[in-house]
């Protein structure tokens, strides 16, 4: 439709500007930020070049919440996608209350993530949590010994959790995809005599492959600027064990029980975040692009 | 009765049996479904029920005896949190902050969208890119230099600063989604009212918007549920306490557990914040699932 020119820039205008003054206008002079020696909000900043990259290389703890965050990413996403299908096909075989089930699955989804980390802080809680009241009720001395927020276990325990969160989300995307596929698909795989397994391989994960690119995505894209949950499962003093990029950057910039405000090195942690977005997706795309088949 | 119609009962009764035998095999090999989602959406709505119930028990209740139900209703854990833990004062806090940035994020994004979905002009394809790049952009490269903006406007620690920081930072995904709203809509209305003499902004206002509203009910839904729950933006600029969301709040009340023990104040809590968007969800879960589908299989 033809409008004028004045209409365009009028209607255009006021998101334009709280978009581009609150959101890119700090998204790009974070790069600047990033190289200079800067210690506190009213201090002066010192321009170091690329001297804080530099150090991030160099930096244990920044390595070690890359790693945290790529586990998120990696071996969560395959979980939380393996589960997905799972529930897709359950949900699509035929039983009764699927809507139910779904509204179920999905509900953590709704839910303030402060209140599930303290849910899940219950459920781990190694005196009274429902863990342990479970397995003592059942006589499993193994698993009420368990103790699940101790350093080694605490990254898997909330790994667990994020897994919980992340499936309703990603089981309705791909029950959609699921639902556009016409039934006479179905039908012809069947005559042919495939079965469950092929027809699942063959004809169900080609035909939903751009949705399956697209929540792949969002995935990856939510997993790599985690911070809620990891952050607050623990209070105010994050075990490094549960570090993530975003949570590393906003203790270098904000710190924990007591302040530490090295801005010009948190936010190169948010450039690097950044960066890491923009390569995974990159990848992501390559290793997806397939022939979208059209029906 | 001739033999061949005694044959077609039979071969009837057969059939019927066969049926009802595949009906029950059916149902067998659907086992493995039920028990599967059956036990991962108990478990979920357990939780959540026994954090409900233990919001109601005495904390000596909640370590002795965790299976029952309360034995009394302690509704003061209630009246502890909104009043001693000034619940009240941060679920006023919360939703004065989330309603109106609900209605701010619409009221710039529809014009925005329509335009971008439905005139012709140049550089649109552009401009829509870069709005959608914002999905992609992690907050917390914003922290600090979104820090220094708001400081430099004298807007940290204060609501009406954490409302523009929710309405432009909500921009990208409600363009997003009301976008594929609006180009959805069949264009033969906007070009009668061309004819009938509407002026252009009269065919947004007139026409498109009330079209589309069912787009901006979803976006409302989905911006409010998400702001509601949020937490890591109002812990970056909200620092006193009279300042705090409902998020800032309960998680302030979860650190001081270490010191003071009391579950059943922490469970009522949790329930205060999840009651309203669980309310929601409730009647209308089925629009949300359709909008989260809707940008995804266009």
């Known amino acids: ?295 | 009765m001739d033999t061949q119609e005694l044959n077609n009962i039979k071969r009837e009764e057969a059939a019927k049996k066969s049926a009802r035998k595949g009906k029950r095999l059916m149902w067998l090999s659907r086992t493995p479904s039920y028990v599967f989602v059956g036990i991962w959406s108990l478990f979920t709505v357990f939780v959540i029920l026994w954090v409900g119930l233990s919001s109601l028990k005495s904390n000596m209740q909640i370590f002795k005896e965790p299976w029952m139900l309360p034995t009394e209703l302690h509704f003061e854990n209630f009246v502890k949190a909104w009043s001693v833990m000034r619940f009240s004062n941060y679920f006023l806090n919360s939703t004065l902050v989330v309603l109106i940035s609900v209605v701010l994020i619409l009221v710039v994004s529809a014009p925005a969208s329509y335009v971008l979905s439905r005139l012709k002009f140049r550089g649109r394809t552009l401009i829509s890119m870069i709005y959608t790049a914002g999905m992609g952009i992690p907050y917390p490269l914003l922290f600090i230099p979104l820090f220094v903006i708001m400081a430099s406007l004298k807007l940290i620690d204060n609501l009406v600063g954490l409302t523009i920081v929710y309405v432009s930072l909500s921009i990208p995904f409600t363009v997003y989604i009301l976008t594929g709203f609006f180009s959805s809509l069949p264009s033969e209305l906007e070009e009668a009212a061309i004819i009938d003499g509407c002026k252009d902004y009269q065919v947004f206002t007139k026409i498109m918007l009330p079209l589309a509203s069912p787009g901006l009910i979803t976006a409302a839904i989905f911006n409010f549920i998400g702001l509601w729950n949020e937490y890591q933006l109002a812990l970056v600029f909200i620092n006193s306490d009279e300042n705090r969301t409902i998020s800032l709040g309960l998680y302030s009340l979860a650190n001081s557990m270490q010191y003071t023990g009391d579950w059943a104040g922490l469970f009522a809590g949790i329930v205060i914040i999840m009651v309203p968007t669980i309310i929601l969800y409730i009647f209308l879960s089925e629009k949300m699932i359709a909008g989260i589908t809707m940008g995804a299989s266009k």
């Open chain 1, 1 to 295: 439709m033809k409008a004028r020119k004045g209409l365009i820039i009028l209607f255009l205008l006021p998101a334009s500007l709280l978009y581009g003054i609150f959101f890119l206008l700090p998204a790009i002079q974070a790069f600047r930020y990033s190289l200079y020696n800067w210690s506190g909000f009213g201090d002066s900043k010192v321009f170091i070049g690329l001297q804080n990259y530099v150090e991030l290389v160099n930096d244990k703890v920044f390595w070690l919440s890359l790693r945290n965050t790529m586990m998120i990413l990696v071996v969560g996403g395959i979980i939380v996608f393996t589960l997905a299908f799972i529930m897709t096909v359950a949900l699509n075989s035929g039983i009764k209350g699927k809507k139910l089930f779904r509204a179920m699955i999905f509900l953590p989804n709704v839910i303030a993530t402060i209140a599930l980390t303290t849910l899940w802080a219950y459920i781990y809680n190694p005196s009274f949590g429902i863990i342990v009241n479970f397995a003592k009720a059942f006589g499993l001395e193994k698993l009420s010994n368990y103790i699940w927020t101790s350093p080694d276990n605490v990254f898997w325990s909330v790994l667990i959790a994020i897994i919980w969160m992340n499936v309703g989300y990603y089981l309705i995307l791909l029950m959609a995809g699921v639902d556009k596929i016409p039934k006479e698909f179905y039908e012809a795989a069947e005559i042919e005599g495939a079965n469950k397994v092929q027809t699942f391989f063959k004809v169900t994960v080609p035909l939903i492959w751009d949705v399956l690119t697209i929540a792949v995505v969002l995935y990856s894209i939510g997993a790599l600027k985690i911070f809620e949950f990891p952050y607050a499962f623990y209070g105010i003093s994050v075990p490094q064990q549960l570090y993530t990029v975003g949570i590393y950057l906003y203790i270098m910039g904000f710190g924990k029980r007591y302040p530490i405000y090295r801005l010009g090195y948190a936010t190169a942690i948010g450039v690097m975040l950044l960066l890491s977005v923009i390569i995974v997706v990159l990848i992501l795309r390559k290793l997806m692009k397939r022939d979208i088949l059209e029906y």
